[in-house]
Structure formats: C-alpha cells, structure tokens
C-alpha cells in the first residue's frame, strides 16, 4: 500500500549530498558506473542505497533540486513509516497485555487461493494469517492512523471518508496469533456432495500465516472441467471471521495474471499525498474501461482463469476483495507476507508467487499485466518470460506517464531487451487492447508506437516528449525523448523510487 510507498523518499532526499556523510557516501559509491550504464547502476546501487537511507533522521532530508513538486511533503510523510507496526507494538502502543490479547476473538484472514487437478484430484493452496483484532474506539483508531500512515493529519475528510479511513487502519492493527491448528469447511454450489473438512497440516508460523496445498478430498464431487469453479472455504472453532474463496483451474487454458494498483484501479502511487488518500481515505475508483476488458477476455478466451497479485500487505486482503470481486471477475489473490519489509525480500516474494502459479498450471498460457510504475514487474515479468518461454501469452505493461503527466518516475525497460517483441506491449488505455487476437497470438496493436530504448525512460528529467514510447512506431535503442538526460545520481536514486516500495506500485 501507500503506506510503504514512500520508503523512496529517504532514498531520493540524498541526491544533494546534504545528509549524513556516511549515507552520501554509501550513494555516491554505488552509483559510481551511472553514466555509462545507468540500467545496470540502479540494480548494484539497490542495497547501498537502502542502508544509507535507513540511517537518515527525517530531519536531514532535504527536498533534491529538480525531484517532484508533488513530493513537498515527503518528510511528514517518511515519519513513521519505516516503523510499521508488528505485534509487539501494537499491543504495546494499545496498552495490552497478554490476558487482553488472548481473551480476543481468533479469526482467520483466508486469502483467496487456487487449485490445480493433477492425478484425478484438486490440490488447493490455502493461504492467509490467523489474528487477533482489538476492539478501538475513533481516537485510538485516529491516533494509529497519524502514527503508521504520516501525512493522512494533512488530508481533510468528509465523514465517509474518516470512516473509510478508520476501518482500513483497523485492519491493519490485526495482530497475527502463531502455533493455530486450523480446520475448514469447503463448499462448492456445483457438487453433488454439499460440504467435506480439510485440516492444514502445519500450525500457522511465527508471523501468523498459513500458506500449504491440501487435496480436496473426492467426496466433494467436484471433477475436472473446462472452465473455472469456485469454491468456498469456512474456517471451524473460530470465535470470529474466518471465511474465503478459492478457484478451480482447468488444466489448460488461459491465465489473467494483473496488479492492481494503477493497472485495475486508480492509486496514483506516484503521487504521495494523492496515493495516501486514494488508498485509505476513498472508495476504489476503476481504472476506465479495465472492467469492460477483463468482462470481455472472461467471455471470450478458452478456460479463462483470473489471478490478481499485490504486494499490498495481507492484513487488507478484504478491502481489495470487496472491490476486486465487486469489479472484476472472482479469482486467486497474492497479497505481501507481512513479516517481510526489505526490498529485496518483496522483491523476491512477487518473483515466487509467479514461480509458483506458473509451476502449478504447467499447461496453460498466461498473460501478464502490469504498469511502469511497479520497477519489479518491469523486471519481474521479463525474467518469468524467459524461464517459461511456452507459457507466455502476452505482456501487456501500461504506461502511466502517457495519460497521467504527474507522473514523473523514470522506468526501465531493459529487462525487455531480450525478449521477442512479439510477446509484449506497453499500452496507454484498454481500448488498445480490447481487438487482439490473444488466442491467436496477437500481443500488440501495431497502431501504438513502442520505441523502447531498453534502458532508463520517462522521468521528470527526461529531454523530449511527455510520451517516450510515442515518438516512433517500432522498439528502438534511440535515446531520442526517451533516455534521462543530465540526471546523474539524482535520476538514479529518484528511479529507485518504485524499487523500494513495499506496497502499490512495487
């Protein structure tokens, strides 16, 4: 979520050199090689970078020449958010003791899974965390909210708006219970057999989190077909909330795999201020036209299933539920683990949900969709093309800066360099997408120029046109309006504004 998404900011505030010696320093060294080869520097200055700004006092940060104006406000905003709140602080920070906290109702968060039929039996991955949630009253829940999500005292909110605000903070302060033996019961409207119990075979993990494949066992009734089931799950001897979903996938067909946050719905992640209240103050808002599409590759791609996958943390999984599946067509979910918080680790976290969902459905096809401002979808997505080369459908990546000229992050493209330029396409609307030939191996629209540079492009330091993928009808390494020009460490750091986040538009 937004509440990570500004981790940049300490990172970008360092450009000036105006910081702790040491983190200008750690910077200055790693990014050392960013002229001749800028691609490469962001990638080897990641960890230095990261260990420099975690050093820096909020009140060493100054606001870089030239970075953003939207961004005024960043060191409010950067107050706090590095210290996301585990267990531990939650209690602490809500006077608990251990007598409170186990007196409270246990619930399971059941994130929407998936299941796959191998050797005549459905093997679902049940995922989610058992947790404890207090009971808070609008000041203690107002308070959480000016201590874990900085900048929201800013915002000025009708009531709906502070309601909506106060329940996504409350969901947040979820505190995850360790060592739960957990039992559901599973339901599917089309089965011959009403219900059957399935019991996970290991307690849930020091974080509170379960995640393991069970077999359904066949009294369900529920066999093989050609198109997508659904099942429900209720989990048993839990004093509260408990329930989830899951699909059945056909062995073979197509996969949707999409983000979220600024490719279904608008966030607006690069804009801090604007990302904070899209995120926590407002209802969700679709991205025009994104509904219409996916209804239309629902009705008309062969076995067609839907995957959606975030690195939003799990504790909101029912709020992108409610709007995913009010919205878009009922699928699987990855949310971010919540004992994760590093980079690299969320990095590698959205690389292992796609391993595995590409390992579990061997024989279907996938087409995957993301936008330039996520930096790991812009590597991830290449780097699982060319693992599975006979899986890929299409790529589809949306160029935020096209329609949006706020936003001013730079994207890289490189890791797009080796990859057929048949299989992927940078688009502006889904209208550039909705007459593709998918089943037909159609990925692009040829009426909507590429012109890729494989390198850095966009960014508020970028020489030419506000569209860099606009300015010729075929991928190219020109540096015409495209590359960042002059930008020298300050267009690194602010490039590994999205490398960082560890919520939307990571």
């Not at 679709?286 to 791609?301: D, K, R, V």
């Not at 790529?395 to 001013?408: C, K, L, P, V, Y």
């Amino acid at each position: 979520m937004i509440i990570s998404t500004i981790t940049f900011v300490a990172l970008a505030a360092s450009v000036k050199g105006q910081v702790v010696s040491s983190a200008t320093a750690a910077v200055g060294s790693a990014v050392t090689g960013a002229t001749s080869a800028a691609g490469s520097a962001v990638s080897s200055a990641t960890a230095a970078v990261v260990s420099a700004a975690s050093s820096i006092a909020v009140s060493d940060l100054p606001l870089p020449s030239g970075f953003p104006t939207s961004l005024a406000n960043y060191t409010d905003i950067l107050s706090g958010t590095l210290n996301f709140p585990n267990a531990s602080t939650i209690e602490s920070d809500l006077n608990l003791n251990d007598t409170e906290v186990a007196q409270l109702p246990l619930s399971a968060l059941v994130i929407p899974g998936y299941a796959n039929f191998t050797n005549g039996t459905w093997n679902l991955r049940v995922q989610g965390l058992a947790y404890k949630l207090p009971a808070l009253n609008d000041s203690q829940l107002d308070d959480a909210a000016d201590k874990y999500l900085p900048g929201v005292g800013n915002l000025t909110l009708n009531s709906t708006e502070e309601t909506l605000l106060r329940n996504r903070t409350h969901d947040l302060l979820a505190i995850p219970h360790s060592n739960e033996n957990l039992t559901f019961l599973v339901s599917a409207s089309n089965s011959s057999t009403s219900v059957v119990n399935i019991t996970l075979s290991q307690p849930t993990d020091a974080s509170g989190e379960f995640d393991e494949f069970v077999m359904l066992p066949s009294s369900l009734g529920l066999s093989n077909s050609s198109t997508t089931q659904h099942i429900t799950l209720y989990g048993q001897n839990l004093s509260g909330p408990a329930n989830g979903s899951a699909i059945l996938v056909p062995t073979s067909g197509y996969s949707i795999v999409s983000d979220i946050d600024d490719v279904l719905r608008i966030t607006k992640v690069y804009q801090p201020i604007t990302g904070l209240r899209n995120s926590f103050a407002e209802k969700y808002v679709n991205l025009p036209g994104m509904p219409e599409l996916f209804e239309h590759w629902e009705s008309t791609l062969p076995g067609v299933a839907f995957h959606y996958d975030t690195t939003t943390p799990a504790q909101l999984t029912r709020t992108y539920v409610e709007y995913l599946f009010g919205n878009y067509p009922v699928g699987s979910l990855d949310m971010r683990p919540i004992n994760l918080t590093e980079p690299s680790a969320i990095f590698d976290a959205r690389q292992t949900s796609l391993v595995r969902l590409f390992e579990t459905f061997p024989d279907r096809k996938f087409v995957l969709i993301g936008d330039t401002s996520s930096s790991t979808l812009l590597s991830a997505y290449p780097s699982i093309a060319q693992q599975f080369p006979d899986q890929i459908g299409c790529i589809f990546i949306r160029n935020t800066s096209a329609t949006d000229g706020a936003d001013e992050l730079p994207f890289d493209t490189s890791g797009f360099a080796n990859l057929s330029n048949s299989t992927y396409f940078f688009y502006t609307v889904p209208e550039d997408l909705y007459n593709l030939n998918i089943n037909g191996g159609q990925c692009r629209n040829d009426s909507i120029p590429q012109n890729l540079t494989f390198g850095e492009m966009g960014g508020p330091f970028t020489n030419g046109s506000t569209n860099p993928l606009s300015s010729s009808s075929s991928d190219s390494t020109s540096t015409s309006g495209a590359r960042i020009v002059g930008a020298g460490l300050g267009t690194v750091v602010v490039a590994m504004i999205v490398g960082v986040i560890s919520g939307v538009g990571f």
